[in-house]
């Protein structure tokens, strides 16, 4: 039962300042002097299609959320997980650093802040069908920095309700230089069996029907992308965020309201001349993530990989039918390399014939699941913190 959700997870490594486009730390909070706040603010894209605007006061252990697409606004307060956490008497030591947050319903939601640059989260932002959601520092400003962009993305499409009637997606493009984005999609095939060459360009979007097109451009306040159509028009209510640190770069496209959100990270297409480096992808994350179906709907909890290929997972989450709240692990999972940079998957690995994809890429990793029928389970968010 243990992760049926599937779970997408972001990596950032200590030394994530020294080489990336943004600096180091993102303390936005007021003015200077002793005593003064540490207030860290983002920008990003929730599963619906919303677009947020996020502060977490590390002081005062509270967050806001501003969802500029509805003009909702939610404050509230948060909890960050001890190394000693309790639970029915069993102590757990791999839930710390987590940030946990009480919610109005009685239920539990979770965040996790990477580095101070990247916030992901499950907990309220100003509309009920937001699962998930995830931004980053509001101090990354991609001017000047448009050709780090460059590079062939993994991505998960996120919408509402599709865990229901099957409208997530996941699927690969490729950004040129001058901005052309060329990319496909698929809804159940496996990434093993496409038969795409990468990186994927010009000729693959005008051979096939699943393939999109977009050229990008910057906002003018130098922190957004906005996207044209093949014939320049302007995508109004489509616009991006991007993370940018060499083969660690993560976009999110917000796809417009209820039109959901796409979450991408760049892949090292170096493997498909030199062959995998899995002991690149060594190591723990936190996460939190979304199923629906579940016993929980929000959760979170630690992956760790190991230089076998397996990994465990510990899953934290809160009940509210029982009010108590629900643990488990899982270990020794194994997975196996589909060829695409970056790509594994776990078959059956929770015995009901489900397939679980993991797609690492620099210090990133993300996750996403599918049943024996083929339909789109869950996701999540995570990293090394």
Not at 216 to 243: A, C, M, R
Not at 273 to 282: I, L, M
Request: glycine share 12%.
């Amino acid at each position: 039962m243990l992760l049926a959700c599937s779970v997408s997870l972001i990596s950032c490594s200590d030394d994530d300042g020294d080489d990336a486009a943004t600096p180091a730390t993102n303390n936005n909070g007021g003015g200077g002097g002793g005593g003064s706040a540490t207030v860290n603010k983002y920008n990003g894209s929730a599963s619906y299609g919303d677009i947020l605007s996020l502060e977490i006061d590390q002081t005062n252990s509270t967050y806001t959320a501003n969802n500029l697409t509805n003009g909702a606004t939610v404050s509230n307060s948060y909890t960050e997980l001890d190394a000693a956490l309790d639970i029915d008497g069993t102590l757990y030591d791999v839930f710390e650093g987590l940030y946990e947050i009480d919610e109005s319903t009685g239920g539990k939601s979770y965040a996790i802040e990477i580095a101070d640059r990247i916030l992901a989260g499950n907990f309220p932002t100003g509309r009920a069908e937001n699962d998930i959601f995830l931004s980053v520092t509001d101090e990354a400003s991609i001017v000047g920095q448009e050709n780090q962009m460059a590079g062939t993305y993994f991505y998960v499409s996120l919408e509402p309700n599709s865990q229901s009637n099957g409208e997530n997606e996941w699927g690969q493009f490729t950004i040129e230089d001058d901005g052309d984005l060329y990319g496909f999609w698929c809804d159940q095939q496996a990434p093993q069996d496409t038969g795409y060459t990468l990186p994927i360009d010009s000729s693959d979007y005008a051979s096939v029907y699943q393939t999109f097109y977009y050229q990008l451009g910057i906002h003018s306040n130098g922190k957004q992308l906005e996207f044209y159509d093949e014939n320049d028009n302007l995508l109004t209510g489509v616009i991006g965020y991007v993370y940018l640190d060499g083969e660690s770069t993560a976009l999110m496209i917000d796809a417009g309201t209820g039109e959901g959100t796409i979450f991408a990270f760049k892949t090292d297409l170096d493997q498909l001349v030199n062959g995998e480096t899995f002991n690149d992808y060594v190591g723990d994350y936190k996460y939190v993530d979304y199923y629906e179906n579940f016993v929980l709907d929000k959760g979170a909890g630690n992956f760790s990989v190991d230089a076998g290929k397996t990994f465990d997972i510990s899953l934290i989450g809160f009940d509210t039918d029982s009010s108590k709240y629900y643990v488990d692990v899982s270990v020794g999972n194994s997975m196996s390399w589909t060829g695409v940079p970056g790509v594994y998957f776990s078959a059956d690995w929770d015995g009901n014939g489900s397939t679980l994809y993991h797609v690492f890429a620099g210090d990133f990793v993300m996750y996403f699941d599918y049943d024996a029928q083929g339909n789109f389970k869950g996701y999540g968010i995570g990293g090394d913190i």
